[in-house]
């Protein structure tokens, strides 16, 4: 699995095909003599040049990710994106892309339904540690979404973006006609009950609609699912669920402290929407 996922990646600084060998585990040497050697964790870091400008997730976030996704509470959602993938990893070795692949929590769900080859993507450092530790059959490595994809053309089944950045040209180079896009975004309400307390910013009416204008021209749309989750939280249940995502950037220990907290059981509900699409044969 892993020496197929490598066969699909390029050089970023060349573009050239990466040589597997005995050696697949601890190096990737392109063609040309590029080389990136694995962290002692098993990923990759593919960065080039000046890196990436966005701000990734500390170990703590990363950390409080894995607690609060481990507890189960998306485990429906995690089930969506793999009944979705599943039915775009029948063919022959498939491959499937994670770009943003966090603690590589999604995707380990989606291994679990459908065997398959797999590339995960996140520009955390902290988060591939633990997503290489949960998929060490995928090739882990440290990318920008925004910047061109290190793979192949038209050599990816199905691409899941789970609340991650989305590169719409590259998701279509990268994917083979007919391949899949799976989109995950909250929708409007999204855990609007504690959203005071978080700091979480409120999600916007036709996001769904501007998500898929966004995409015309390279996907159409092929299936929507909304999906309600209702949540009993814990104090430190709904810290570590502020503190997972972008709003964690902007809270600082005392307001976490605070959130922790908070005494008894407090309800939510996480608003999804689930986006299927596909990729026609020639994008344009």
């Known amino acids: 699995m892993l020496s197929h996922a490598v066969a699909a990646l390029r050089c970023p600084v060349c573009k050239g095909k990466f040589q597997p060998g005995d050696t697949l585990q601890r190096a990737l040497r392109c063609e040309s003599g590029h080389a990136f050697d694995a962290a002692k964790q098993g990923y990759f870091n593919m960065l080039t040049g000046k890196g990436t400008e966005f701000e990734a997730d500390s170990a703590e976030m990363v950390a409080a990710r ?120 909250p929708r409007p309400g999204h855990l609007a009950e504690i959203a005071h307390r978080t700091r979480m910013l409120g999600i916007e009416e036709g996001k769904a609609d501007r998500l898929a204008d966004s995409l015309s021209g390279l996907f159409r749309g092929e299936d929507r699912l909304s999906l309600d989750i209702p949540l009993q939280l814990t104090g430190v249940e709904m810290a570590d669920l502020a503190y997972m995502g972008p709003a964690g950037h902007h809270l600082d220990p005392d307001e976490r402290s605070a959130i922790a907290s908070v005494e008894g059981m407090v309800s939510a509900t996480a608003k999804f929407e689930v986006s299927l699409f596909s990729v026609g044969d020639s994008p344009a």
Not at 75 to 97: F, H, I, M, Q, W
Not at 131 to 142: F, I, K
Not at 146 to 157: F, K, S, T
Not at 171 to 177: D, E, N, Q, S, T
Request: no cysteine.
């Open 66 to 185: 894995q607690r609060f996704l481990e507890a189960g509470h998306y485990a429906a959602l995690a089930d969506a994106v793999a009944g979705y993938a599943s039915e775009g990893l029948r063919d022959r070795n498939p491959l499937v892309l994670d770009a943003g692949t966090g603690t590589g929590y999604y995707l380990h769900e989606v291994l679990a339904t459908a065997p398959a080859a797999a590339i995960g993507l996140d520009i955390s450092k902290y988060a591939l540690r633990r997503a290489a530790r949960l998929n060490p059959q995928a090739a882990n490595l440290v990318w920008d979404i925004w910047r061109p994809l290190p793979i192949a053309d038209n050599a990816v089944d199905v691409v899941m973006v789970v609340f991650a950045p989305r590169n719409p040209a590259e998701f279509a180079r990268v994917l083979r006609p007919g391949g899949r896009l799976i989109i995950v975004t």
